[in-house]
């Protein structure tokens, strides 16, 4: 699994693209990737459901998958109770993937930078 963070739009999705296409897994399919994945989080928590089973179901069904998110924690302090905790959750499951991936990116203008 491979995890890549960084600010919005700043070339996350391109670079997933880049690594499922250059990483093939078994030679007939490229690796999948699951973009977004804070927003999956937020719509998971207004459900009322742990988001973080989610993301594992698809770490078990895609050993190999590309994970992007983007970057909550480096603005403003978010004014709604809702919006602070799904910032807080969002970094801790980040965290848990992290420690988990392979490889982790950040990517900021286009520029993709290994962290683990």
Do not use: N
């Amino acid at each position: 699994m491979i995890l890549i963070t960084g600010g919005a739009y700043q070339g996350k999705s391109s670079f997933a693209g880049t690594l499922a296409e250059d990483a093939v897994c078994d030679k007939s399919e490229k690796r999948k990737i699951l973009e977004h994945i804070h927003l999956i989080i937020a719509t998971e928590m207004r459900e009322g459901r742990d988001p973080y089973p989610v993301l594992e179901r698809w770490m078990e069904a895609y050993p190999d998958i590309i994970f992007t998110v983007d970057e909550l924690g480096c603005g403003i302090v978010p004014a709604t109770a809702f919006d602070r905790e799904w910032r807080e959750t969002t970094g801790r499951i980040c965290c848990r993937l992290a420690q988990r991936a392979e490889a982790v990116y950040r990517v900021t203008c286009g520029i993709a930078v290994q962290i683990k």
